[in-house]
């Protein structure tokens, strides 16, 4: 029988070639310190040093990357099943893109606002959307309006960015959709004192029959009310749109813009639009804002969060993986002792206990994805919203109950 190697008491993952199978953590500074400590932790459970254990450190450093993997898997699992309604429809990513991952991101139900910077257009003027993408985002641009020019396109033309100041050329192939233009005629109080506003209301004769006309014209005398201000206003707003031309404007398939007046002069018209992504197949690529060449999240499988972070988990977390790396490490230690189902001693057998480890393994896994699976079903939104309206209720109990009556006394 082949000689079985048994764990030397001791490793060093820094000087091991290659230490895990897939090297997801090896970067890692937290996870590298804590790998020995792990395999040593480990192989003292098995009975180390009072027993031989039949592993070698890359065993235990494979079943600690293992474990942090499966609780990676149960904690992200339990994020997409809890919110796989707000991120359907959004930009995926590939899994090696954890600058594009939902690791590290607060999903909320206004989560279209947390991923704006990575869409093409201004700023975000409305809630709502999901992660990359823009088809509930409202977005701010402008174009400059030349004299006697009337028609504009606003999807080939030159578009400012509201917060950079930067501009950007739309692809004509966008699915662009106004929402607002900002084309209005001038405020009515710019001309409230003009003569010439064809309101009919001059504070001059007015003057004149109360007997205040030998005074200075720059004094007045007259106390109005509110709504004669109101009035006038309105006036000047229906002269102009009986008299004058309207400003108004007309929008075209989604795209051209024709101004009424014709421009005089030159000027920055700003306006609001979406852009439907829908019949595009995917997001927007923010470096041409065309469509983009990822697909978007369509299920659960391809929801883009990426490996964790194990400097990120948390000493709670930490503890399931070790406990979970042992339970490995006694599946691992059965394995092998089960091959060799008896040792030969001197005068006698020993048969190896590979089955109680075996069955202590499967219970112990079992019991802790269990137990964290447990521990997530109260944390989804529906059971937390649950638990505070619970607390904010037992609250004013408590205070509707010790509060004292008060005596009032005239």
């Not at 890359?58 to 904690?75: C, K, L, R």
């Not at 991923?115 to 700023?123: C, I, L, Q």
């Not at 402008?142 to 504009?152: C, E, F, G, I, W």
Request: overall charge negative; glycine content about 8%; charged content about 20%.
């Amino acid at each position: 029988m082949a000689e079985i190697p048994i764990w030397p008491g001791s490793s060093s993952f820094g000087l091991t070639t290659q230490p895990t199978p897939f090297e997801f953590y090896n970067s890692d500074t937290e996870f590298v310190k804590d790998a020995d400590q792990v395999a040593n932790w480990c192989a003292r459970r098995l009975g180390y040093p009072l027993v031989d254990i039949e592993l070698q450190a890359v065993n235990f450093y494979a079943a600690f990357e293992e474990a942090v993997s499966e609780y990676g898997h149960q904690i992200y699992t339990f994020q997409i099943k809890d919110n796989l309604a707000r991120l359907r429809g959004s930009v995926t990513a590939s899994s090696d893109d954890t600058w594009q991952s939902l690791n590290q991101v607060n999903v909320k139900d206004d989560f279209g606002s947390l991923f704006e910077a990575t869409a093409v257009g201004g700023s975000s003027g409305g809630g709502g959307g999901s992660y990359g993408s823009a088809t509930s985002r409202t977005y701010s641009a402008s174009l400059n309006v030349q004299p006697t020019k009337q028609k504009y396109d606003l999807v080939d033309t030159t578009l400012v960015n509201w917060e950079s100041g930067s501009t950007e050329i739309k692809s004509g192939s966008l699915n662009v959709k106004i929402k607002k233009i900002y084309h209005y005629a001038p405020s009515a109080i710019n001309r409230y004192f003009d003569p010439y506003a064809g309101t009919g209301t001059g504070i001059q004769s007015l003057m004149q029959t109360f007997g205040f006309g030998n005074y200075s014209p720059g004094v007045n005398f007259m106390l109005m009310p509110m709504y004669f201000d109101a009035l006038k206003l309105q006036a000047i707003e229906l002269n102009d749109t009986i008299r004058k031309s309207g400003y108004h404007y007309e929008i075209e398939n989604d795209r051209y813009l024709k101004l009424f007046p014709i421009p005089e002069n030159e000027y920055k018209l700003w306006f609001d639009y979406t852009i439907d992504v829908s019949d595009l197949g995917g997001g927007i690529d923010p470096t041409t804002g065309g469509a983009a060449s990822l697909n978007t999240v369509t299920d659960m499988s391809n929801v883009p969060y990426a490996k964790p972070t194990y400097s990120f988990i948390n000493e709670p977390g930490r503890q399931w993986i070790r406990k979970y790396c042992l339970a490995l490490c006694k599946e691992m230690l059965g394995s092998i002792r089960g091959k060799y189902q008896s040792l030969p001693i001197p005068g006698a057998d020993t048969t190896l206990d590979f089955s109680r480890l075996l069955s202590e393994a499967a219970a112990e896994k079992e019991a802790l994805i269990t137990t964290l699976r447990e521990d997530l079903a109260g944390l989804t939104t529906r059971a937390q919203y649950e638990q505070i309206t619970g607390e904010n209720e037992a609250k004013l109990t408590a205070q509707s109950t010790e509060a004292r009556y008060q005596i009032y006394i005239h």
